[in-house]
């Protein structure tokens, strides 16, 4: 089995900052692509940053400049850095990994149970 487990959500003021982690655990190979997602309410989930294995990053135009994607290979962790929050970015954030089980075969795509931000003064 595999586990996502996101945590270091919560209440923040506008122009605040976040920093959310996501812990990849259970019987693993690799990790590839990692990405931080969001959902408000009545909203779409759409992709915030993501995160290739080797480091190349790639961001939603809403938050470039303002949030900084992550990872520690050694630790299985993935990180989201969120600094000049604004009540747009109230949300709750998904992580979401690639990972590849074993050494010969696909790679499968897994969730988190998220996280709750709520920027709000």
């Known amino acids: 089995q595999v586990q996502l487990v996101e945590s270091g959500g919560g209440l923040v003021q506008p122009g605040g900052s976040l920093r959310l982690s996501c812990a990849v655990s259970g019987s693993i190979f690799s990790i590839n692509d990692v990405g931080w997602y969001r959902q408000a309410p009545g909203e779409e989930r759409d992709l915030v940053a993501i995160?290739?294995?080797?480091?190349?990053?790639n961001y939603a135009d809403s938050v470039k400049g303002r949030f900084t994607i992550s990872r520690d290979n050694a630790k299985s962790m993935v990180y989201l850095q969120m600094n000049s929050l604004k009540p747009e970015d109230t949300a709750v954030y998904y992580c979401?990994?690639?990972?590849?089980?074993?050494?010969?075969?696909?790679?499968?795509?897994?969730w988190g149970q998220g996280t709750q931000v709520t920027v709000s003064s």
């Open positions: 995160i290739a294995s080797g480091g190349t990053t």
């Open positions: 979401n990994a690639d990972v590849r089980r074993y050494r010969y075969g696909g790679s499968i795509p897994y």
